[in-house]
């Protein structure tokens, strides 16, 4: 997301589409970004999770 280095301890997982929009959870799917990053991404956009 910001093109820094990353280092392992400040890894995290992010889905490229969210599950809640039918993303997968695939590899193909997923990026490590840092942990603030995701963080900051997720401010902006707001958590969604699936529908039970």
């Given at each position: 997301?910001?093109?820094?280095?990353?280092?392992?301890?400040d890894m995290d997982d992010h889905h490229v589409t969210p599950r809640h929009a039918g993303g997968q959870n695939t590899l193909d799917n997923r990026i490590l970004?840092?942990?603030?990053?995701?963080?900051?991404?997720?401010?902006?956009?707001?958590?969604?999770?699936l529908k039970a």
């Open positions: 997301m910001c093109r820094l280095p990353l280092a392992a301890e970004v840092h942990r603030w990053c995701h963080h900051a991404h997720h401010q902006r956009v707001g958590y969604k999770g």
